[in-house]
């Protein structure tokens, strides 16, 4: 994923996840990524949010010490790698 929010530096992160098709849980949260001021994360549902695919957002992770109606304009993209079968691998952004 890169991440870039206006004139603020750019971030580029890997998130490997090990075992994937074998997770358990609802949702998982990727660490803490800064992006100067701001602090981001990933956030996965493996088995859909309300849906039958897979579903990943950009999510604020402090976002319950921010002012209310804060808001922020970044620019991201995404790619999912499939390591086992490279066809099935998806860019976005």
């Known amino acids: 994923m ?3 929010t206006g004139d603020r530096p750019s971030l580029r992160f890997t998130w490997k996840i090990k075992n994937f098709s074998k997770l358990g849980t609802k949702k998982l949260y990727s660490e803490v990524l800064c992006v100067g001021e701001y602090k981001w994360r990933v956030l996965i549902y493996p088995k859909g949010n309300n849906a039958d695919y ?3 957002y950009l999510d604020v992770a402090d976002s ?5 109606e804060w ?4 620019h991201f993209n995404l790619a999912l790698i499939n390591q086992i ?3 099935q691998t998806r860019k976005k952004g």
């Open 2 to 4: 890169s991440l870039r």
């Open 71 to 74: 808001s922020r304009d970044a």
């Open 54 to 56: 897979l579903s990943l």
């Open 85 to 87: 079968e490279n066809r």
């Open 64 to 68: 319950k010490t921010l002012p209310y």
